[in-house]
C-alpha cells in the first residue's frame, strides 16, 4: 500500500505555488517525470485528483484546493518543528537556499565561498534572477536585496559596502557622440536600454544634492541582463547604467570611461534577509554569523 510522504505534500504545494509541474521540480531538484509519478500515485491513493492539467497550464480541481488549504498550515508546523530540531545540531549541515539577483549573487560569492570551506557538510543552493520573490513562499531560508527593497517583516543583516550606479560608455563611442554634462544630455544619445523582470523598461536615476532626474534613455538596443549590456558598452553600441562592481574593472583599465559621476551617489548597500522564525537551523545561524563578520571587516 502507498504511504503519503511528506516530500510528496511539498510537492503540492511547490506546483500549486508555481502552476508549473516543471518550476516546481526545479525547486525541489528533482526531474519532472519523477515529480509526475509522484503526484499520479498520491492522487490514486487519496482516489481524486488534486491538478487540472492541459500542455499549457496546471492548476488545482476543487479538492486540490481543499487539500491545500488544509495541509498547508501543517505542513508549515512540521517544518517548523524540523528546523527547531535542527537548531540544536552541534555541527550545521544539510541545504541553505539564498535567493539573489545577479550582481548581489557575485558580491556575496566571496562569502558564499569561506562558508564552504569552513563548513563542508552544508550544500548552498544560490538562486540568481531579476524578479523579487517571497523567498518564505517560493521555499528560500534566505535573500539578499538592497536594503530599501528588504520587506519589513523579515530580519535584515546589512552586508556592509553601499553601492553606486555608474554610467559608462567606450572610448570610440565618445569620439563619435561626445559625453553628456548632465543627465538630460542622454535624452541626445544613443544609450542601452534595460527592461525590468516585470517588463518595464527602467528609468535611469541621477541624484546631485536636492536635485533628482529620471531620465527615460532611447537607443539602438534594449536588454535584460548584465553582462549582455556590458558586452554593448564595450563595443561602443551605446551608453550603459550599471552597478558600479560591474564595470569596474572595465572603467580601471580604460576599456569604459565613466560619465555624469557627480551624479550617482552610493546609496544603501545589500542586505541579507531571513524570515523572524524563533528556531533558525543551525547552519542558517552560522551562514548570518559570518556575515556579520565579514560585514564588519573594512574595505582595503
Not at 60 to 70: H, I, K, P, S, Y
Not at 119 to 124: E, N, S
Not at 268 to 280: K, M, Q
Amino acid at each position: 500500500m502507498y504511504k503519503t510522504a511528506l516530500n510528496d505534500l511539498d510537492a503540492v504545494i511547490a506546483i500549486s505555488r508555481r502552476g508549473s509541474f516543471r518550476a516546481a521540480a526545479l525547486d525541489l531538484d528533482m526531474s519532472t517525470t519523477a515529480l509526475s509519478n509522484a503526484i499520479g500515485k498520491l492522487e490514486a491513493e487519496l482516489g481524486v485528483r488534486l491538478f487540472n492539467r492541459t500542455t499549457r497550464s496546471v492548476s488545482l480541481t476543487d479538492a486540490g484546493r481543499l487539500f491545500v488549504e488544509q495541509v498547508s498550515p501543517a505542513l508549515q508546523d512540521i517544518h517548523s518543528a524540523v528546523d527547531t530540531v535542527r537548531s540544536q545540531q552541534a555541527t550545521p549541515s544539510g541545504t541553505l537556499r539564498i535567493n539573489a539577483f545577479a550582481t548581489a549573487a557575485r558580491d556575496i560569492a566571496p562569502l558564499v565561498m569561506a562558508f564552504l570551506h569552513s563548513y563542508p557538510q552544508v550544500h548552498i543552493d544560490l538562486v540568481t534572477e531579476g524578479r523579487l520573490v517571497d523567498i518564505v513562499a517560493d521555499g528560500f531560508d534566505m535573500g539578499v536585496r538592497v536594503a530599501d527593497l528588504v520587506p519589513s517583516d523579515m530580519i535584515s543583516v546589512s552586508l556592509g559596502r553601499k553601492q553606486r550606479f555608474a554610467v559608462v560608455g567606450s572610448p570610440t563611442y565618445f569620439e563619435k557622440h561626445g559625453k553628456p554634462r548632465v543627465p538630460p544630455d542622454l535624452l541626445n544619445l544613443p544609450c542601452i536600454r534595460v527592461r525590468l523582470p516585470n517588463g518595464a523598461l527602467y528609468r535611469w536615476r541621477f541624484e546631485k544634492g536636492s536635485q533628482t532626474a529620471q531620465m527615460d534613455v532611447s537607443g539602438p538596443v534594449t536588454l535584460d541582463e548584465a553582462s549582455l549590456a556590458r558586452a554593448a558598452a564595450l563595443e561602443g553600441v551605446g551608453l550603459g547604467f550599471f552597478m558600479e562592481q560591474d564595470v569596474r574593472a572595465d572603467i580601471e583599465a580604460g576599456r569604459l570611461i565613466r560619465v555624469l559621476e557627480d551624479w550617482t551617489p552610493s546609496f544603501a548597500g545589500l542586505c541579507l534577509y531571513y524570515p523572524s522564525r524563533r528556531n533558525p537551523s543551525a547552519a542558517l545561524k552560522a551562514f548570518i554569523a559570518m556575515a556579520r563578520k565579514h560585514a564588519a571587516r573594512p574595505v582595503a
